[in-house]
């Protein structure tokens, strides 16, 4: 049986807000990327869009679903790691537009998470993830709270985003 964490089709469009609200992203990471649902979001909204896709992907059939979906296009670039020892596999990379993490939502994890990746977007870019819920991941809110004083929206699928300041 698959893990509860798959959301319904009906409950993706705060990423589907977040996408419409985001100009200028082209090159974008997702930290967490399961069966590639997501991902298929990413890439149905902007087929040009470069992705790299970070997950251990230690579940095989899980794995399997996201080559199923995502193989064979040379947009989506995979790379199968723990999120906080990606960054030096992909430093060249950057910057990129955009990182969306969902990964592990404790706070220790989310806050790694942040730290390790704001510094590949370029400034005026984006930050986001999966699960800014005060009851069902109070980690995950506390993290974002301390990185950033608060998301500057937060999206019916729970989805948080935060603008990065442009460079004076
Ligand atoms: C909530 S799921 C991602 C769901 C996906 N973004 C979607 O909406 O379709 C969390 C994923 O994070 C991955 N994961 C767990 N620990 C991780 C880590 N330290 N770094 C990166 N990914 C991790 C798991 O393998 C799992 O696939």
């Given at each position: 049986m698959r893990t509860t964490?798959?959301?319904?089709?009906?409950?993706?469009?705060?990423?589907?807000?977040?996408?419409?609200?985001?100009?200028?992203?082209?090159?974008?990471i997702e930290v967490g990327s399961a069966f590639g649902?997501?991902?298929?979001?990413?890439m149905k909204c902007n087929p040009d869009l470069e992705l790299w896709t970070?997950?251990?992907?230690?579940?095989?059939?899980?794995?399997?679903?996201?080559?199923?979906?995502?193989?064979?296009?040379?947009h989506?670039?995979?790379?199968?790691?723990?999120?906080?020892a990606a960054p030096p596999m992909i430093a060249a990379i950057a910057p990129v537009d955009a990182v969306y993490i969902d990964a592990v939502h404790d706070y220790a994890n989310v806050s790694?998470?942040?730290?390790a990746w704001r510094k590949f977007i370029r400034p005026g870019g984006w930050i986001g993830g999966h699960d800014y819920n005060r009851l069902?991941?109070?980690?995950?809110?506390?993290?974002?709270?301390?990185?950033?004083?608060?998301?500057?929206r937060v999206f019916c699928d729970t989805s948080w985003l935060v603008r990065l300041e442009a460079e004076s």
């Open positions: 964490y798959r959301n319904q089709p009906d409950q993706r469009q705060g990423l589907l807000d977040w996408w419409a609200a985001s100009t200028g992203i082209h090159r974008m649902d997501s991902a298929a979001i990413w970070v997950d251990p992907w230690n579940d095989a059939d899980m794995l399997a679903s996201f080559h199923a979906k995502h193989s064979g296009n040379l989506v670039h995979e790379v199968r790691a723990v999120s906080v790694a998470d942040i730290k069902k991941f109070p980690g995950c809110v506390r993290a974002v709270n301390e990185a950033f004083g608060g998301p500057d």
